[in-house]
């Protein structure tokens, strides 16, 4: 199979997505002559998927430092940032030295984080083994963790020197997982690239396996919109917040669940309600809004919510880092590939879309 490389720019060291089969051996030549020491942060419960990077990085000569992490989203907070910390200090970390997160989303945005603000920044390099991972969360140097707050609320923007996605490391991946993660996949679709909603509609069922039909076109038709965005717009000037299409209510729902809710399940309901509000608005039409549900429940995503959340995710939702002073801020569809900002929306409109979402008014009990 090729190996297919997928430029990133808009940063003075621009990178490479590399996607293929059996591409580890690609690490070294990242990592490069000025590193000595290569610290392989993974969940505790991967071991196997970092146990094949460790050892292609010692073939190569560096000292390796395996740093084990919780799993998944608790990986995300600052106790496990400041043991890092620690430990990368122990190891007498030096600019030159460099950092390799392997795991799911979660583990590359701590590593990217760890990165960013370990001696105020050394190079991380990305091999995620989340179909997530591959098509967001490792593309694009947005690292952070979260508080009791809100989702992602410390960060930075930290590009990585290169992203390795090994398509062998996915069939070993929870079939839940994997459809977590085609919620990044259609929501690159529906702002930017149509072909992607296209072929998952030909056939949902393939499109939910690694070794479906269109599953290597699909990730690189994701990895394209996401490395085309962030390229033109690193820092989330602008364009970028294309990407966050779902992610107002996505979030608030994650913090609703203490962070035990899929991401991508949280953001495809947060899609549907980003769709209900575009229809309030006047911007699209009912037909529009049945192609989203129908697309994400083909897959087997949410597309539903308890009415009783409202209160708490409306609260939740003022923190998320679109809003400015009191305005809350959308991204919305005008069409299929046209994104745009839905700005200051009433409470009302708020609420009637997410009576839509929840099928139940927000003020009765929910009976589902
Ligand atoms: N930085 C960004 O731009 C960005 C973009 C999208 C999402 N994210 C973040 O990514 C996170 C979600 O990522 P995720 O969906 O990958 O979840 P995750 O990192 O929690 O991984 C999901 C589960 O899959 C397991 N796993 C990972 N790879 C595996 C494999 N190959 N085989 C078997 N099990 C495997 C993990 O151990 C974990 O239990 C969220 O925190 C989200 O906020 C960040
Ligand atoms: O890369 C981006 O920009 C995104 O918004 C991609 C999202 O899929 C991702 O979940 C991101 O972590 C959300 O960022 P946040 O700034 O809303 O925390
Ligand atoms: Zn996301």
Avoid at 116 to 128: C, D, E, H, K, Y
Avoid at 131 to 137: E, K, R, S
Avoid at 259 to 283: K, N, P, Q, W
């Amino acid at each position: 199979m090729t190996v297919t490389r997928i430029g990133v720019g808009g940063t003075s060291t621009p990178y490479d997505v590399v996607v293929g089969n059996g591409i580890l051996g690609e690490l070294p030549a990242l990592v490069g002559e000025r590193a000595q020491r290569v610290a392989v942060i993974h969940p505790d419960t991967l071991e196997e998927k970092a146990r094949p990077v460790c050892e292609i990085l010692r073939t190569a000569g560096y000292d390796v430092f395996p740093l084990p992490v919780p799993d998944g989203e608790a990986a995300k907070d600052v106790s496990v940032a400041a043991d890092l910390w620690a430990r990368l200090g122990q190891a007498a970390f030096t600019r030159t030295d460099v950092i390799v997160g392997v795991g799911g989303g979660a583990t590359t945005d701590l590593a990217g984080f760890v990165a960013a603000t370990w001696l105020r920044g050394v190079r991380a390099i990305l091999v995620p083994t989340t179909l997530l991972g591959m098509v967001d969360a490792a593309v694009g140097g947005k690292t952070g963790i979260n508080t009791a707050e809100g989702k992602n609320l410390v960060g930075a923007f930290h590009p990585p020197a290169g992203v390795v996605c090994d398509l062998d490391t996915l069939p070993s991946l929870p079939r839940e997982d994997y459809i977590g993660g085609l919620a990044e996949v259609i929501k690159a679709g529906f702002i930017a690239d149509p072909v992607i909603l296209d072929l998952v509609e030909a056939d949902p069922e393939a499109a939910t396996r690694p070794d479906g039909a269109h599953t290597r076109e699909l990730i690189e038709r994701a990895i394209a919109v996401k490395a085309e965005v962030v390229s033109a717009d690193l820092r989330e000037s602008g364009r970028r917040e294309i990407l966050n299409y779902g992610h107002t209510l996505g979030h608030a729902i994650e913090r609703a669940e203490n962070y035990t809710f899929r991401h991508g399940y949280a953001i495809s309901i947060g899609m549907v309600f980003a769709a209900e509000l575009a229809r309030l608005d006047g911007r699209i039409d009912a037909a529009l809004v049945a192609r989203h549900r129908r697309i994400l429940e083909s897959v087997g995503l949410p597309v539903r919510y308890r009415a009783d959340a409202w209160p708490a995710l409306r609260d939740t939702i003022r923190v998320d880092k679109k809003t400015r002073g009191a305005t809350l801020r959308f991204v919305v569809l005008d069409d299929v590939a046209a994104p745009a900002i839905l700005a200051g929306p009433s409470d009302a409109l708020l609420a009637q879309a997410y009576q839509a979402v929840s099928g139940v008014a927000p003020d009765a009990p929910d009976t589902d």
